[in-house]
C-alpha cells in the first residue's frame, strides 16, 4: 500500500509532484445530486495559494480547477470525481544546485531511503503543493456538510513564533494575509515576517479549526474515533508535528473537576473534550489545533550530506515561505471537512435509522 488516498466511505486520492506537469485528485463516494462549479473551489484555492501576498513563497500558480468526471450538468453524479490543475509557474532550476543533496529538515533523505530515487525539484511528492488538491476536495465536503447539517467548519492561525493572538475575532481573520483573528495585531505581524525573511531564517506556527453544527453520535468507539482520524487526518498534512484535540496537552496541568465538560438541561458548561467524548461527537463545537515546524528551506547554510556520502554545505535558494503555517488554515480547514463528512456517511450507513434520543443537549 502507497497510502496516497484518505478516507473510508468519502474517499480522496491524490496524485501529482510540486513540479510535475499537473497535480490532481479522485474523489470516490461523494452523494450524488450536490451542485458543484469550478468557480465555487476559487476563494479556497485563493486562500491557500502562494503569491497572494509578500510574506509567502513568491510562486504564482493559476489553480484552475479542471472537473474531469463525476459532475453532470452541474451536479454530482454519485461516480468518481476527477480534479486536475496544471502546475503553471515552475522553477525547477532553483534546485539544480541541491538535487545530489539532502537538506537538513527536509524528506529527502528519507525518500531517498524509502524509494531508492527522489524527486529534487520542489521536493516533488513531499512538496506544500500536494495539499492544493486537500483543499480542492475539502470545497465539496464543505459544501455537503453545509447544506446536509448546517456545519460550518473555520480556522485561523492561533501563534507565530512568540507571538499568541492577544485577542479574538473571527470577522478579523479573512481580513488580513495571516488568518490572524487580532486586527490590532498584524503590524506586528508584518514586521516580525519581514524582518525573518531578511535574515534568511523560518519559524513555526499554531493553526486552530473549529467545526460548529456538528450533529451528537458521528464517530467510532474504538478503532475509527473521530478524534483519532481527525488527528491522523491533521499530522498527515506538510510540516505538522503535533495535534492536540480540545485542550490537548493543556489537560495535563488540569484536574479532573475543571476538564470534564459538566451538562446541564441548557446545554454543556465548557468543551475542554473539544466536541468529542468517546471518540463520538457530543454536539458541540469540534476543536483540534495543530502545530507546523519551521520551514526546513532556508537560506542560513546548514552541514549535510550527499548522494556519495561527502559532507558538503546546504544552502536553500528559491521562493520558501518564512513560516509555512501562514497559509495552512485552509488546509486544515479541508482535513476536518473531509474527516466529518466521511463519518457523517459512515453513520449514516450504520446507524441512520436511530432518531433523535432524548434528552438531547443543546
Known amino acids: 500500500m502507497s497510502s496516497n488516498s484518505f478516507g473510508t466511505l468519502f474517499t480522496v486520492t491524490t496524485f501529482g509532484e510540486s513540479h510535475g506537469p499537473a497535480i490532481g ?44 468526471s463525476g459532475v453532470y450538468e452541474g451536479r454530482t453524479t454519485g461516480t468518481p470525481i476527477g480534479l486536475l490543475i496544471r502546475n503553471t509557474d515552475q522553477r525547477s532550476k532553483d534546485y539544480g544546485d541541491i538535487a545530489q543533496t539532502f537538506r537538513p529538515g527536509h524528506a529527502d533523505y528519507t525518500y531517498w531511503q524509502k524509494y531508492g530515487i527522489r524527486d529534487p525539484r520542489g521536493g516533488g511528492r513531499s512538496s506544500a503543493r500536494e495539499t492544493t488538491m486537500r483543499v480542492a476536495a475539502g470545497v465539496i465536503a464543505k459544501k455537503w456538510l453545509a447544506e446536509r447539517y448546517g456545519v460550518r467548519i473555520r480556522g485561523y ?3 507565530i513564533g512568540d507571538i499568541v493572538a492577544s485577542a479574538f475575532d473571527w470577522d478579523a481573520v479573512e481580513q488580513n494575509p495571516f488568518f490572524w483573528p487580532d486586527a490590532g495585531q498584524v503590524a506586528e505581524l508584518e514586521a516580525f515576517i519581514n524582518a ?35 488527528a491522523s487526518a491533521l499530522m498527515s498534512i506538510n510540516a505538522v508535528k503535533g495535534v492536540e484535540i480540545g485542550d490537548g496537552f493543556a489537560a495535563v496541568s488540569q484536574r479532573g473537576s475543571q476538564h470534564r465538560d459538566e451538562i446541564r438541561l441548557d446545554g454543556f458548561a465548557s468543551n475542554h473534550a473539544g466536541g468529542i467524548l468517546g471518540g463520538i461527537s457530543s454536539g458541540q463545537p469540534v476543536t483540534a489545533s495543530m502545530v507546523l515546524k519551521p520551514t526546513s528551506s532556508i537560506l542560513i547554510p546548514g552541514q549535510s550530506v550527499n548522494t556519495a556520502g561527502e559532507v558538503t554545505e546546504v544552502v536553500t535558494k528559491g521562493r520558501h515561505d518564512p513560516c509555512v503555517g501562514i497559509r495552512a488554515t485552509p488546509i486544515a480547514e479541508a482535513m476536518m471537512a473531509l474527516v466529518l463528512i466521511d463519518h457523517a456517511l459512515r453513520h449514516r450507513a450504520q446507524c441512520g435509522d436511530v432518531g433523535i434520543v432524548e434528552p438531547r443537549i443543546p
Open 196 to 230: 525573518l525573511r531578511k535574515s534568511g531564517d523560518s519559524v513555526g506556527a499554531r493553526v486552530n479549526v473549529v467545526a460548529d453544527g456538528v450533529p451528537p453520535g458521528w464517530g467510532e468507539p474504538i478503532y475509527g474515533k473521530l478524534d483519532s482520524d481527525l
Open 157 to 159: 492561525l492561533a501563534q
Open 25 to 68: 485528485c479522485v474523489i470516490d463516494g461523494c452523494p450524488p445530486g450536490l451542485p458543484i462549479s469550478v468557480e465555487e473551489f476559487r476563494t479556497d484555492l485563493d486562500r491557500r495559494a502562494t503569491g497572494r501576498s509578500r510574506y509567502t513563497s513568491q510562486r504564482h500558480e493559476a489553480d484552475d480547477v479542471e472537473i474531469l
